[in-house]
């Protein structure tokens, strides 16, 4: 599932140049403790909308030194900010390790900030694992604690990723809920980078829904106001976005790879490769679709090396264009391994298990506050539903691949007659 590009992390986003000086501060022999340990706070954390080795290197640089001084408090920031940078590198074990350091401080010092930081990266890790329940849960402990500092911007972030969560459960009513929420906060509050995000996540609704005229705008309100704030990453999501719906809905594969282009200028370099998946899946399709099968071939694999294992829809997507691939090109075999890692993946898509898990939330955080029921006796109907749809699937994907593979045949018969 699409998580990853719709979860807002904040990054203050200081220009290039200024982070440069920051760098060039760090060489100041008169900075006090406390200022050397604030830099590698901040460069870690700026660094990692950008570059990922940069954003470690800080982040570990200022942990010895925290460690040494015994401030612990800096120390644990330094953890979740290296704890955050392994996530976006989907190293989900790694973060963790930091994450669990950072909490053990935070409960130590009984400091709420760094708490609800910790309890709001978990909930976000949680979330591209697909781990609805569990992310919901730290997102309402953030929100709780993040209430006591009167943290608004925080809160505005959260409730968006809850969001962000609904929609990529395809509960599109509740995610509008939450993404609306957030956005009255940010527009309260005037805060651009919020105020695009909820654009963003609004344009994944509205695509879904296959409004993609006005998903379009919201995309391109969202790539404006990202650029605007210097915010490369996430105008690179916005980009996605862009030449998403130039390829799906007007078929304008010329603009959807000058856009898919733009983005993976911005993110190929960043070292989070998972970012530049979106951008080799569409080149990938575009190029297979012109007949050059080089290079769609070349964008494929790179796209499945970078994608995220957790990422379904994406898996789902770079599997098609890669038996596509193996079809035009006439080899059976890698079709046919193609399509039954295909055919897996889509099984697990749409199993009872991401339903079910949608059944039970509802129940649990929002039905649960309106005293409402699931009516068992719908449970069942929409499980025979469900088997049913999954085995009319089954049958149209295998057909599809048969017939494919016959026309190339046909053709190749065709061939051989004319010479």
Known sequence: MSLIMSLFVFFPAYAQEHLVEMEKELENTSLSVEEKLQLYDDLSWEYLGSDFAKSSFYAREGIRLAHKENNLLKEGLLYRNLGVAYYMKSSYD?????????LRIAEEEKNIHLQAAVSLAFANMYNVQCQPEK??????????????????????????NIGAMYNNLRNYAQAESYILQAQKIAKELNDTLSIAQACNNLKIIRYAQDQ??????????????????????????????????????????????????????????????????????ILARVHELAGNIPEAERYANKALAA????????????????MDIAIDKGEKEKAKTAFQVLYKLMLDNNSEITHAALADMEVKYETEK??????????????????????????????????????????KQLRMKEV
Not at 94 to 102: E, F, G, L
Not at 309 to 321: A, F
């Open 212 to 281: 993609y005229e006005e998903g379009l705008q919201l995309a391109e309100e969202a790539r404006s106001l990202y650029k605007a704030k210097g915010d490369m990453l996430n105008e690179a999501f916005a980009l996605h976005g862009i030449a998403t719906v130039y390829f799906d809905y007007y078929k304008d594969y010329a603009k959807a790879r000058a856009y898919a282009e733009e983005a993976l200028g911005l993110t190929e370099n960043t070292g989070y490769p998972v970012y530049s998946v979106a951008s080799y899946r």
């Open 307 to 322: 994608v995220d294992s957790t990422d379904l829809d994406q898996l789902i997507s770079i599997h098609n264009i890669l």
């Open 135 to 160: 992310a919901l849960a730290q997102y309402q402990k953030a929100i709780s604690l993040y209430e006591k500092e009167d943290d608004r911007q925080r809160i505005c972030a959260i409730l968006g």
């Open 370 to 411: 309106k005293e409402a029921l699931i009516e068992t006796l719908h449970a069942s109907e929409r499980l025979y539903l469900i088997i049913a749809v999954i085995g009319l699937v089954s049958f149209v994907l295998a057909l599809t691949v048969l017939l494919l593979l016959n026309r190339y045949q046909r053709q």
């Open 94 to 102: 790694t973060a963790s390790v930091y994450y669990d350091k950072a």
